[in-house]
C-alpha cells in the first residue's frame, strides 16, 4: 500500500497545475493549437488526479468499505465527464465537450477543493488551522 502522504503529494503536484491550466484554458480562446495542448495536459493531469485520490481513504465523515467518502464522488465526476468530453468534441459536439470541462473544473477542483478546507481535513489543518489558532 502507498503511504498516505505520497499519495497527498502526488495529488498536489497533479491538481494545482491542472487549477492553473485549466482556468488559464477557459479564460482564453477555444480551438487554437494552444488550447488543444493545454487541454490534453489538463485532462491527462485531472485523469491522475483522480485515480490517486481514489486510493485515498477518506478521514473524515463516513466512509462505504472502509475507504471511499463524499468526496470520491467528484473523482467519479471527473473520471466520467472527461471522456464524455474528448468524445463530444471529436463528434462535433461543442456544447457537450463545453460544459463536461466546466463541471469537471466546477467540480472536481472548486468544489473538491473547498470540501477540503473543511475542519479535520488535511489542507484544513496546513493552509487555515495553524494560522487561526
Same mark, same amino acid.
Given at each position: 500500500?502507498?503511504?498516505?502522504?505520497? !499519495?497527498?503529494?502526488?495529488?498536489?503536484? *497533479?491538481? +494545482? #497545475?491542472?487549477?492553473?491550466?485549466? $482556468?488559464?484554458? +477557459?479564460?482564453?480562446?477555444?480551438? *487554437?493549437?494552444?488550447?488543444?495542448?493545454?487541454?490534453? !495536459?489538463?485532462?491527462? +493531469?485531472?485523469?491522475?488526479?483522480?485515480?490517486?485520490?481514489? %486510493?485515498?481513504?477518506?478521514?473524515?465523515?463516513?466512509?462505504?468499505? /472502509? =475507504?471511499? $467518502?463524499? &468526496? =470520491?464522488?467528484?473523482? +467519479?465526476?471527473?473520471? $466520467?465527464? !472527461? #471522456? %464524455?468530453?474528448?468524445?463530444? &468534441?471529436? /463528434?462535433?459536439?461543442?456544447?457537450?465537450?463545453?460544459?463536461?470541462?466546466? /463541471?469537471?473544473?466546477? $467540480?472536481?477542483?472548486?468544489?473538491?477543493?473547498?470540501? *477540503?478546507?473543511?475542519?479535520?481535513?488535511?489542507?484544513?489543518?496546513?493552509?487555515?488551522?495553524?494560522?487561526?489558532?
Amino acid at each position: 500500500m502507498i503511504d498516505y502522504m505520497t !499519495l497527498v503529494g502526488w495529488h498536489l503536484g *497533479t491538481v +494545482l #497545475p491542472a487549477a492553473v491550466i485549466g $482556468g488559464w484554458v +477557459l479564460a482564453r480562446r477555444k480551438g *487554437t493549437r494552444v488550447h488543444k495542448r493545454l487541454g490534453w !495536459l489538463y485532462v491527462v +493531469l485531472m485523469m491522475i488526479t483522480a485515480l490517486v485520490t481514489l %486510493l485515498m481513504p477518506a478521514l473524515v465523515g463516513p466512509r462505504l468499505f /472502509n =475507504h471511499f $467518502g463524499f &468526496i =470520491h464522488l467528484f473523482s +467519479l465526476l471527473v473520471l $466520467g465527464s !472527461l #471522456p %464524455l468530453a474528448i468524445w463530444a &468534441i471529436r /463528434n462535433g459536439r461543442r456544447e457537450w465537450h463545453r460544459h463536461s470541462m466546466i /463541471n469537471v473544473f466546477i $467540480g472536481g477542483i472548486g468544489i473538491a477543493g473547498l470540501l *477540503t478546507l473543511m475542519p479535520g481535513r488535511l489542507m484544513h489543518q496546513w493552509l487555515i488551522a495553524w494560522w487561526w489558532y
